[in-house]
């Protein structure tokens, strides 16, 4: 139970979140825009629906691998943000960066059911 409470902070605190609280940094350093920083924020919601589209075919059974690779996806997400990188591959990792987020909410929801059998 507390493993999934776990993937569901690293998804979604990180992988949805963390992005809000360093983007008035990056557009203070010049890293972005206003505009760029809107298309990033767009692309992670998108990636969020895409996210949530193909997790509608995730199973109970298979839950503890999805919620181990979008930990893990996460993870990689924010650590290539940390790499000085164009707008377009910024954009671009926040849209797999929301793909990850989804995937880790709907797979730990899948395995918390499934360890409380319901």
């Known amino acids: 139970m507390t493993v999934a409470a776990v993937i569901l902070a ?3 605190g990180f992988g949805r979140f963390a992005f809000t609280a360093i983007y008035p940094q990056m557009v203070e350093e010049g890293v972005l825009s ?7 924020a767009s692309a992670n919601y998108a990636g969020y629906l895409l996210g949530a589209i193909l997790a509608m ?3 109970a059974r298979g839950a503890h691998r999805l919620c181990l690779w979008s930990a893990a996806g996460t993870a ?3 650590g290539v943000l940390a790499v000085p990188m164009p707008v377009w591959l910024i ?4 849209g797999v ?5 989804a995937l880790a ?3 730990a929801s899948l395995w918390l059911l ?3 059998r319901q």
Do not use: K, N, T, Y
Not at 91 to 94: N, S, T, Y
């Open 10 to 12: 690293i998804g979604m």
């Open 34 to 40: 206003l505009r760029e920083g809107s298309l990033a």
């Open 57 to 59: 075919r995730a199973r």
């Open 76 to 78: 990689l997400c924010l």
């Open 91 to 94: 954009v671009a990792v926040r």
């Open 97 to 101: 960066a929301g793909v990850f987020s």
């Open 105 to 107: 909410m709907v797979a």
């Open 114 to 116: 499934e360890q409380r």
